[in-house]
């Protein structure tokens, strides 16, 4: 019995979200330059969005491009700008036959014209489809979204439209540019770190968390089911007893 076959599709989650990490060490390790990597991690990117469509998971969120990112080397992140145009362009007819969604957040109006030409068509084109959403972090870090609702609740307080005592933790998530997203029941990350990086804080409280060694251009199918079958081997509690799982 294969790795798919052995999911229980009826226990899937409904979200999951990826920190794709170890491009450049993979390079490297090639002898190669850093983009090199990032090239090939444009196949982990069409294999991982495809399994999720097939196995029925309604949400996949990729770590495209931090916030932080932009501190790279001007030639690395001209390459991956290039890089991404050209992918979201190649890509648009996969995206259609498949009938997956593209959605972007983060702080778009960073990137070059020609990314959010390119995004903006796209994003338009797959707008009806409705088998997957495939949502890119571009340009994103979770602080700087916090501090930007944040600064919108204030400013909602301080017009009178808001008081203090509305400001609840639904309030805060309905705010946030995820709001019309589920929070992810699943987070991945390759490569061996075990960090989050500035990523989805509010909304990973009660994320399950999945480390794999694997540097994402080797990241298969099979990684992602392997990923899959842990979370569902994991007793979800929420803060609450086993027992009172086992009850309700």
Same mark, same amino acid.
């Given at each position: ?151 919108? /609740? ?6 009178? $439209? &808001? ?5 609840? =933790?639904?309030? *805060? %998530?309905?705010? @946030? /540019? ?6 992810? $029941? &699943? ?5 061996? =770190?075990?960090? *989050? %990086?500035?990523? @989805? ?22 990684? @992602? ?24």
């Amino acid at each position: 019995m294969s790795l798919a076959e052995l999911i229980d599709r009826e226990r899937l989650p409904k979200h999951i979200a990826v920190i794709m990490d170890g491009n450049g060490r993979w390079a490297n390790s090639q002898g190669q330059h850093r983009i090199f990597g990032h090239q090939n991690g444009v196949k982990a990117v069409r294999n991982t969005t495809e399994a999720c469509a097939e196995l029925g998971v309604e949400y996949l969120t990729l770590y495209t491009f931090s916030t932080e990112n932009w501190a790279r080397p001007v030639e690395e992140v001209n390459a991956l700008m290039e890089l991404l145009v050209a992918t979201i362009k190649a890509e648009t007819e996969t995206l259609m036959k498949n009938k997956i969604r593209l959605v972007a957040f983060g702080e778009l109006d960073k990137l070059p014209v020609a990314c959010r030409r390119q995004l903006e068509e796209t994003i338009e084109t797959t707008s009806q489809n409705d088998r997957l959403q495939l949502n890119l972090a571009l340009s994103y870090s979770s602080r700087w979204e916090l501090v930007q609702t944040v600064q919108h /609740i204030a400013e909602a307080v301080k017009s009178g $439209e &808001l008081a203090v005592a509305d400001i609840s =933790e639904e309030l *805060i %998530s309905r705010k @946030l /540019i995820t709001a019309d997203i589920p929070d992810p $029941e &699943l987070l991945i990350r390759t490569s061996g =770190e075990r960090r *989050i %990086s500035n990523f @989805l804080l509010w909304q990973l409280a009660y994320t399950e968390l999945y480390f794999t060694e694997t540097f994402w251009p080797d990241f298969e199918k099979d990684d @992602l089911y392997k990923a899959i079958l842990d979370y569902q081997a994991r007793e979800r509690r929420f803060g609450k007893t086993s027992d009172q799982i086992r009850i309700s």
